[in-house]
């Protein structure tokens, strides 16, 4: 299930990270959604795991906050 703004994703999500690292998360989802669309019960996991990682490239965990690298 794609998301269609920043304010559908998942509560975690929303909760811990920056708006441009919600904005980098949800697009990330989005493209993952459409190119595993071939995964059948793995499509979701995959799609939030490759979110994940895009988040990851561009932003660190410092304590309890995400910040730019």
């Known amino acids: ?18 708006p441009h690292a919600q904005e980098i998360y949800r697009g990330a989802f989005n493209n993952a959604w459409e190119r595993y ?15 994940w990682a895009a988040v990851k490239r561009q932003y660190r965990k410092m304590g309890g906050e995400w910040v730019d690298k």
């Open 37 to 51: 669309a071939d995964r059948g019960a793995e499509r979701e996991e995959t799609a939030h795991r490759i979110a």
């Open 1 to 18: 299930m794609p998301y269609e703004s920043i304010e559908d994703l998942p509560d975690p999500v929303r909760e811990h990270l920056p």
